[in-house]
T-cell receptor, first 110, second 114 residues
Framework: GESVGLHLPTLSVQEGDNSIINCAYS??????FIWYKQESGKGPQFIID?????DKRQGQRVTVLLNKTVKHLSLQIAATQPGDSAVYFC?????????FGAGTRLTVKP | KAGVTQTPRYLIKTRGQQVTLSCSPI?????VSWYQQTPGQGLQFLFE???????NKGNFPGRFSGRQFSNSRSEMNVSTLELGDSALYLC?????????????FGEGSRLTVL
């Protein structure tokens, strides 16, 4: 069946380094993608989104890349900080459905 | 602006009981959606309410139900609780709802079923 999945369940990076979190999707009908950050004991928080008519979108220290050819989504965090430690998950959707990835736990080492 | 508020934050029930969870959306948001989050299944969509009507529904059994009031506050109910219902239940609000657009999540209600 179709699914949203993450390549890596955990990611550990050094403070100041860049982080890349990956997400694979298989529903070619998905036209909207979003990344959420979830800190321990809190609800998910919106980071950035992208529509299928775009390949790249930048925010503050974050960039989302969408490769529709291989159905791949990535979140890049520049100059990772300790406050970035959290679980990150992607979501794919269209007018009829929304699915979430399992999540990647990002740990930032000081 | 106050965020999404969920109550209670933690609760413990036994199998066979029922539970009602409450969600107050951000002021002005007409859509409230509910999600179940477990370590094994991740975040799964339960249902969405918009202007007191259920607009979308996920793939959950009929034991899971919800409603929305005229002030946009929403409740979800789970009847005949099973051990597998233990999870973090998250509520999210948005101005227009649907499957696209930013969702504003509450901190969740953690349900433990014994």
């Amino acid at each position: 069946g179709e699914s949203v999945g993450l390549h890596l369940p955990t990611l550990s990076v050094q403070e100041g380094d860049n982080s890349i979190i990956n997400c694979a999707y298989s529903n070619s009908a998905s036209d909207y993608f979003i990344w959420y950050k979830q800190e321990s004991g809190k609800g998910p928080q919106f980071i950035i989104d992208i529509r299928s008519n775009m390949d790249k979108r930048q925010g503050q220290r974050v960039t989302v890349l969408l490769n529709k050819t291989v159905k791949h989504l990535s979140l890049q965090i520049a100059a990772t900080q300790p406050g970035d430690s959290a679980v990150y998950f992607c979501a794919e959707s269209n007018n009829n459905d929304m699915r979430f990835g399992a999540g990647t736990r990002l740990t930032v080492k000081p | 602006k106050a965020g999404v508020t969920q109550t209670p934050r933690y609760l413990i029930k036994t199998r066979g009981q029922q539970v009602t969870l409450s969600c107050s959306p951000i002021s002005g948001h007409r859509s409230v959606s509910w999600y179940q989050q477990t370590p094994g299944q991740g975040l799964q969509f339960l249902f969405e309410y918009f202007s007191e009507t259920q607009r979308n529904k996920g793939n959950f059994p009929g034991r899971f139900s919800g409603r929305q009031f005229s002030n946009s506050r929403s409740e979800m109910n789970v009847s005949t609780l099973e051990l597998g219902d233990s999870a973090l239940y998250l509520c999210a609000s948005s101005p227009t709802g649907g499957y696209t657009g930013e969702l504003f999540f509450g901190e969740g209600s953690r349900l433990t079923v014994l």
